[in-house]
């Protein structure tokens, strides 16, 4: 029973458009969002994060989106570049255990040149 | 520089053997985290441990074993009852629960059956 989905295992964009990465979730009792970029054989990075009380929270070319309603958030990279290319990781935290992070599958993202 | 080095990188197991996977900090985190990835399924937890000499189950314990004796240290060891043992595992580490932390990776170990 998977908490966190990413429905789409890859996407395909050219540089210098906009990247769209979505995640849902199933639990309302997620509290703290995150995303994480990993390259292959490497261990993911931390990329950007959000809170519940935030609906949007922006670091550079990277902003994540929080919709609570619809149990979804996104990350959006503008412009996308070519060194943007591997797999981002959505992940949650509950508010009843902040140590338990439920990650989704993956979506491999491929920015060309 | 602080960070969280695993090792070794590739590990291969024999069938009915244990191997031990090591998992390495310096960044001063409390609490540590064992991951295994499989081919297109998220990252699933293993064991955690949010202080030193304590450690709990996460999802899919079974055929698994950990130990923290020290703060820097969590390794894992994938016992023969882990019938399907190969995969890749992350191992991980953030400050105290409560603070809204990032978690932050090494760089994974990956182990095959023989």
Redesign the interface.
Known sequence: DQQVKQNSPSLSVQEGRISILNCDYTNSMFDYFLWYKKYPAEGPTFLISISSIKDKNEDGRFTVFLNKSAKHLSLHIVPSQPGDSAVYFCAATPLYNFNKFYFGSGTKLNVKP | DGG?T?SP?YLFRKEGQNVTLSCEQNLNHD?M?W?RQDP??????IY?S?IVNDFQK?DIAEGYSVSREKKESFPLTVTSAQKNPTAFY?C?S?EI????Q???????TRLSIL
């Not at chain 2, 297109?40 to 937890?45: A, H, I, N, P, V």
């Not at chain 2, 629960?97 to 809204?100: F, L």
């Not at chain 2, 990032?102 to 994974?108: E, K, L, T, V, W």
């Open positions: 969280i695993q990188k609490a985290y991951y297109g399924q998220g990252l699933r937890l955690y949010q996460g992350l991980a953030s629960q409560g603070s809204n990032p978690q932050h990776f090494g760089d994974g």
